[in-house]
């Protein structure tokens, strides 16, 4: 079904990053890591490089529509790791899963690669969720602890459906479909529970999330 020379993913780690480890534990032997420092960096961007299409690659750290970033401990995230012209290079026929802010954006940029999944903002710290809100009239209201449960639901939704796409269980045009599935149960899990009384504003997180994920197939 999803037949690849190679897989890959590749997570942008600086402070702010470090929650996504998970996909470290699960996928050892796929993953690599990457820090701010111009050595770093070129490794990265000469790994992609020499991947042989059809490949998968999974991009783990921040974006925005124009790219995504390199690490940035000061989380001042200036300088594109790849931007949309590198883009139409690095992802040339792979398969590719942005999970960074406004991948959806950036994809609907990127015209090379195959199959392409990419998502919407991603509010993933509470110094994120205070920038949101300062930008937006609509303001959003959660603590840490819920950030995180946020964080870890829609973690472990993405590694429970890179799991099947490796071992072929499901096809890259189903990702969608699976994320929607299993976060529905999440939403209903967390509406389900009346002793959390923020639990409205925790599942409308879930929800745009859920909307946001776009799937892309290049021709």
Not at 57 to 83: A, C, K, M, R, T
Not at 169 to 175: G, N, R
Not at 208 to 216: C, G, Q, W
Request: glycine share 4%; net charge negative; charged share 25%.
């Amino acid at each position: 079904m999803n037949e690849y020379n190679q897989i890959i993913i590749i997570h942008a780690v600086d402070n702010s990053t470090l929650f996504l480890d998970k996909f470290k534990e699960e996928f050892s032997e796929y993953y690599f890591s990457f820090h701010s420092n111009k050595e770093s960096v070129i490794k990265a961007k000469y790994i992609l490089g020499e991947l042989n299409p059809k490949s998968l690659i999974i991009y783990l750290g921040h974006g925005s529509s124009f790219g995504l970033y390199v690490p940035d401990e000061n989380h001042l995230y200036e300088n594109l790791f790849v931007d949309v012209n590198w883009g139409n290079v690095f992802f040339e026929e792979h398969d590719i899963i942005l999970l960074s802010c406004k991948s959806n954006e950036y994809i609907s940029k990127i015209y090379k690669s195959n199959l392409s999944i990419g998502f919407g903002n991603i509010i993933s710290s509470y110094d994120e969720l205070k920038i949101y809100n300062d930008k937006n009239e609509i303001k959003k209201s959660l603590n840490v602890d819920e950030i995180n449960l946020f964080n870890k639901i829609y973690i472990e939704c993405s590694i429970t459906i890179i799991r099947y796409l490796i071992s072929n269980k499901i096809s890259f045009i189903d990702i969608p479909k699976y994320f929607r599935f299993i976060l529905n149960k999440e939403i209903n899990k967390i509406l389900l529970n009346k002793e959390n009384e923020n639990r409205v504003e925790l599942s409308r997180m879930l929800f745009e999330f859920r909307n946001e994920i776009l799937l892309k197939k290049n021709v």
